[in-house]
């Protein structure tokens, strides 16, 4: 009797989504030790701690297609892209590949929603609102940078952003949490 409740075309899509989340976990890693390098120890641990991210989004994603009966397909994963020449350039790649990882998880969505398979439609929404805070948290990034200089940022701002960025929070206030009293 065949117990897998995930069509092919899902189970397929949801596998390629555990490789992107197993990427975007070495871009995380990989960044943060660049940031290192550079002496922004701050900014090195936020970007470690957004590693084990999604390393657990890839978890989920794991556990769902296993818990649906279908059949989980460890690949090869594409190694991280070059190191940033800056830190405006490596908030900002960070952030491309936080909208591409929201187009994907689209894509999981549309193909749900197309084969009526309302479960897996579901399951996705959980990483539809988690993109939305994602791709928050690096605006803030670069946003923080922005507001201390950018490119042209004196070395006081830049200690003072690691400082901030090595105990900011993990998570963004969504938009659906705020209320007159609470505007943030
Ligand atoms: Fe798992 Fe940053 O998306």
Redesign the pocket.
């Known amino acids: 009797m065949n117990t897998n409740r995930l069509s092919k075309k899902i189970e397929d899509i949801l596998n390629s989504q555990v490789t992107k989340?197993a990427e975007?976990a070495q871009v995380y890693l990989s960044y943060g030790c660049w940031a290192d390098s550079k002496g922004y120890s701050g900014i090195a641990n936020y970007f470690f701690r957004?590693c084990k991210?999604?390393r657990n989004?890839m978890m989920k994603v794991i556990q769902y297609i296993m818990g649906r009966g279908g059949e989980v397909k460890i690949t090869d994963t594409k190694g991280p892209s070059k190191n940033p020449n800056s830190l405006q350039d490596c908030f900002e790649k960070t952030f491309k590949?936080?909208v591409e990882?929201t187009t994907a998880i689209y894509e999981i969505v549309n193909l749900a929603h197309d084969e009526k398979d309302w479960a897996t439609y579901n399951f996705a929404q959980w990483?539809v609102q988690?993109?939305i805070e994602?791709e928050k948290l690096i605006m803030d990034l670069l946003d923080k940078l922005k507001i201390a200089g950018g490119d042209k940022a004196s070395d006081e701002s830049l200690f003072n952003l690691d400082e901030y960025l090595g105990q900011a929070p993990d998570h963004a206030p969504l938009p659906r949490e705020a209320s007159m009293d609470k505007p943030e």
């Open positions: 989340e975007a957004h991210e999604e989004h590949h936080e990882n990483f988690e993109q994602e």
